[in-house]
Structure formats: C-alpha cells, structure tokens
C-alpha cells in the first residue's frame, strides 16, 4: 500500500512537519510505502501528483 500526505503548509513559515513524520516512519516500519507533498507558495509543487499512484490520500 501506498500513502500521501498532503500538507497545505501555506501562509505560514516553511518548516519542517514533525506529526507527519513520525506517522509515515510509524506505516514505513510496517512496510507502508509513503510520500509527502508540501504545497507552499514559497516552495510551489515539488511533486507531480501524475507520477504518484497513492492507494490513500490523507
């Protein structure tokens, strides 16, 4: 199974999301293959979301 977060980290400081982390390192030790997609208008859209085929988007 794969999953991807999405975090709308907009209008706020660019930072690092320790909450999704400590989830995706939780589902990658039970063979949970994960990704994140941080949308900041700083940064864009790092990801092509046509790329990923995720099973859950959360």
Known sequence: MRILFIYPNINTQVGFNY??????????????E?????????LGYPLDLAR??????A
């Open 52 to 57: 990923i085929k995720q099973d859950v988007l």
């Open 34 to 42: 994960t990704g994140l997609l941080n949308i900041n208008e700083k």
């Open 19 to 32: 909450g999704i982390s400590y989830i995706s390192g939780f589902l990658k030790e039970k063979g949970i």
